[in-house]
């Protein structure tokens, strides 16, 4: 089974498009999406019907909740985008329009054209059906926890590559998340799924060593005074971003490859890891290509492999989208375009 894994696809059809063509190029049986389907760009009702078509299901991102509820904590260029997105999907002005050019071409054929109003209405209620119903986390495979942000935080926490280096507790804090029921009354560590940081690559658990395996059994750890007093020891040492960084690994996508499979060295079996696709709609590592990931599914979570793609898109034809609208008047500003052909 193959399940391609999209995220942040920010209302760019050119680029969406792309994505799904290169996936079923390879094949795949299922794929999902870890939200942010619309903001930012100039096509999101375009972008939720592909989303609605092609996905079994998406959750909802930091843009979404945004363009549904009220966005915080934004600036200006998103905050602008979001009030636009809100308008042409939840206050219905894409459907406005539509229904006025089936009419302006209906003439006379007055059946025709109420047959096509109906449909267009019919679609937008499906559409807003599926945002207001999309959820913030996911269990996929019962081995993976799919959120859009953080374990945590699931809507708006970033998960950066350098927080392996200068966030000691927000990494443990989530990785701690990491769990589900093993049906046996206990639970069993699983690894997450996320988006939001347009990144693609994965932070990496490594095994703890066995003064943190003796903890984890609190009759030994007790028992054993040796090991209690070296764990005394290391915690009044080290401090918590120096135990972060000795714990956890960024291993991103290399700039300049068209497709990753991690092996056994980066990726290491019996890890936990929390894995970013990237974004399909915005990268922001300095790739502008779209990004996703294709996952194939093994007996056991130790055998599945993912394998990161990059893939080309006509860049130019959503940039021309976005200044199109700005100087339609849209409140929209220029570096939504500009930003799109480096990747940032």
């Known amino acids: 089974m193959r399940i391609a894994i999209v995220s942040d696809i920010h209302a760019n059809q050119t680029a969406f498009e792309a994505v799904i063509a290169h996936a079923k190029s390879i094949g795949f049986d299922m794929m999902v999406c870890l939200g942010d389907v619309i903001g930012y760009g100039p096509d999101p009702v375009e972008c939720i019907d592909l989303v609605t078509k092609n ?73 807003d059906d599926f945002m207001f119903s999309i959820s913030p986390r996911k269990i996929l495979l019962d081995r993976y926890i799919c959120v859009h942000a953080s374990p945590s935080k699931p809507v708006n926490e970033y998960l950066f590559g350098d927080d392996v280096n200068e966030n000691g507790s927000k990494l443990p804090r989530n990785f701690r998340l990491l769990t589900l029921p093993d049906g046996q009354g206990g639970d069993k560590p699983v690894s997450a799924l996320v988006g939001h940081t347009h990144c693609p690559g994965f932070i990496l658990e490594e095994l703890p060593d066995a003064v943190e395996e003796a903890l984890r059994t609190p009759s030994e750890a007790a028992a054993n005074e040796t090991v ?105 500003q220029p570096w939504l375009a500009e930003r799109l052909a480096v990747g940032q």
């Not at 970013?276 to 709609?281: A, F, K, M």
């Not at 492999?305 to 609208?325: C, G, S």
């Open 55 to 127: 996905c079994a299901w998406a959750l909802l991102g930091t843009h979404d909740f945004a363009v549904l509820y009220e966005p915080t904590n934004f600036n200006r260029a998103a905050r602008e985008a979001v009030f636009w997105t809100r308008a042409e999907t939840i206050d219905k002005r894409w459907l406005h329009r539509k229904i006025a050019a089936a009419r302006a071409a209906g003439g006379d054929a007055q059946a025709d054209v109420a047959q096509t109003v109906a449909k267009l209405e019919a679609d937008q209620r499906a559409r």
């Open 228 to 332: 209690a007093s070296i764990i005394r020891e290391r915690n009044e040492r080290d401090s918590a971003n120096a135990r972060a960084r000795d714990r956890y690994d960024w291993i991103p996508f290399q700039a300049g490859l068209s497709e990753w499979t991690p092996n056994a060295n980066e990726m290491q079996p019996g890890c936990r890891f929390i894995l970013n696709p990237g974004s399909v709609g915005q990268p922001r590592d300095g790739d502008p290509r779209a990004s996703y990931v294709m996952l194939e599914v093994g007996e056991t979570a130790a055998a599945d492999r993912f394998t990161f793609h990059r893939v080309e898109y006509e860049i130019v034809k959503t940039q021309e989208r976005i200044l199109d609208l700005i100087e339609a008047g849209e409140k929209l």
